[in-house]
């Protein structure tokens, strides 16, 4: 079946930056849209970023103007650029790709963001 394994969470300063992956073990071009959440201490889940298949991105005010989302076909890999860190970005982040119907989801990879 579809796994996505994600890499690249950690412990950062605040101010600083990360860059999370998030492989596929098949060809994203089947996707409709791959995508980023996170859920952070004592919060609900919070949708983060979503790219389109066409290319189009979507951001949440939370994050927006501080974080960029791409996609690598070649390499089937999803990665969410994120800078100007903040203590509240801390969460755990996780990585979603869906078809036309159904979604694969990753195992979620930690971010720290230290004061």
């Known amino acids: 079946q579809v796994q996505l394994v994600e890499s690249g969470g950690g412990l950062v300063q605040a101010g600083g930056s990360l860059r999370l992956s998030c492989a596929a073990s098949v060809s994203i071009f089947r996707f409709n849209i791959m995508g980023w959440y996170r859920r952070a201490p004592g919060k609900q889940r919070e949708l983060v970023a979503t790219i389109m298949d066409g290319g189009s991105t979507n951001y949440a005010d939370s994050v927006k103007g501080r974080v960029t989302i791409s996609r690598d076909n070649a390499k089937n890999t999803v990665y969410l650029q994120m800078n100007s860190l903040k203590p509240e970005d801390t969460a755990v982040y996780y990585c979603?790709?869906?078809?036309?119907?159904?979604?694969?989801w990753g195992q979620g990879t930690q971010v720290t963001v230290s004061s």
């Open positions: 979603y790709a869906a078809p036309t119907y159904g979604a694969y």
